[in-house]
């Protein structure tokens, strides 16, 4: 397979004007919107990359497999007693749904699910934010990764919307700890910045590229990594999972930074980054050049 000339081709065809950055985090809102990075890390280890692949920005979202990884492998099964496995449907922020179903989120990739996931780390671990950044540096093979506190704190500031998810979850009683401090770790993880290759790198035990799942003591069998990867193909878009998983055909995580994570496993994990998203919240280039690369290559899990 020639992926050199086939991300040459992704980089080409994928560029479109189309989409808006993220602006209701103020700290994002000033990124340069023609940014483009991608990086492929095959199973034998080649790694092609082009454009901004080594610029770190906000992994945002991207940040709640890594949480996930966490408190799945700290709370096994139990997990599920707090937060769902079922595609949500609606948008990422949304609180309707909550209500509804007595404060138990669909899912952990939604808000309120992350902010469920964020409760279990704060219950369970002594320095619950370094305890992930030492988790997502050994996972990424890089101890330079770090938070971002501008951008925690931009988020804090104007965080109404999380703050109403959480204080909804607290109602239910699905919140053990302080609505704050659950807030301000979540803010933390979204701040985490990572490039295009660090994500890539940091996603191959998902992939089963590298096995077994044990970093820092955070263990995960076989069956688990699994579950989360599901999760990934059925929630990691959003309400736009079911179009990725149809345009893409890859399990796979976004944020509203711009950033793409996807990955056929046992063949490769691939990150893209292109701070323009569309109105669901998912990188417009992003996705389209994902969508290419799999059409070009003929390699996702259908
Ligand atoms: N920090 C962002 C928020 O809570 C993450 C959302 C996302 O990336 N979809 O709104």
Redesign the pocket.
Same mark, same amino acid.
């Given at each position: 397979m020639d992926y050199t000339s086939i991300l040459h081709q992704v980089f080409d065809e994928s560029k479109t004007d189309d989409g808006k950055v993220a602006d209701y985090?103020p700290e994002l809102s000033g990124i340069n919107p023609a940014k483009f990075g991608i990086y492929l890390q095959t199973k034998d280890f080649k790694k092609i990359e082009l454009g901004d692949s080594q610029e770190a920005f906000s992994i945002?979202?991207i940040s709640k497999v890594f949480t996930l990884s966490m408190a799945f492998s700290l709370l096994g099964e139990k997990i599920w007693q707090r937060v769902g496995v079922e595609p949500s449907g609606s948008r990422?922020?949304s609180i309707i749904q909550l209500e509804y179903e007595n404060g138990i989120p669909r899912n952990p990739f939604i808000?309120a699910g992350a902010l469920v996931v964020a409760d279990i780390l704060l219950s369970h671990l002594k320095n619950p934010k370094q305890d992930l950044l030492t988790f997502v540096q050994e996972l990424a093979q890089d101890k330079s990764i770090d938070f971002d506190s501008r951008i925690a704190q931009s988020?804090k500031e104007t965080?109404f919307?999380?703050a109403s998810l959480v204080n909804m979850l607290k109602a239910h009683g699905n919140i053990k700890n302080n609505c704050s401090d659950v807030l301000d770790f &979540? &803010?933390h993880q979204?701040s985490l910045n990572m490039t295009c290759q660090q994500l890539a790198i940091a996603f191959s035990p998902f992939a089963s590229l590298t096995e077994p799942f044990d970093f820092e003591g955070i263990i995960l069998s076989k069956s688990q990594v699994k579950r989360i990867n599901a999760i990934m193909l059925s929630c990691g878009f &959003?309400d736009e999972s079911g179009e990725f998983a149809f345009k893409v055909g890859l399990p796979g995580k976004? /944020?509203? /930074?711009g950033g793409i994570v996807a990955f056929q496993p046992h063949q490769y994990t691939i990150a893209v980054w292109s701070p323009k998203l569309n109105q669901k /919240?998912n990188s417009v280039r992003g996705m389209k050049a994902l969508e290419l690369f799999t059409t070009l290559s003929g390699q996702s899990i259908f």
């Open positions: 985090i945002q979202s990422f922020n808000n988020e965080g919307h999380n &979540y &803010y979204c &959003y976004s /944020g509203v /930074g /919240g």
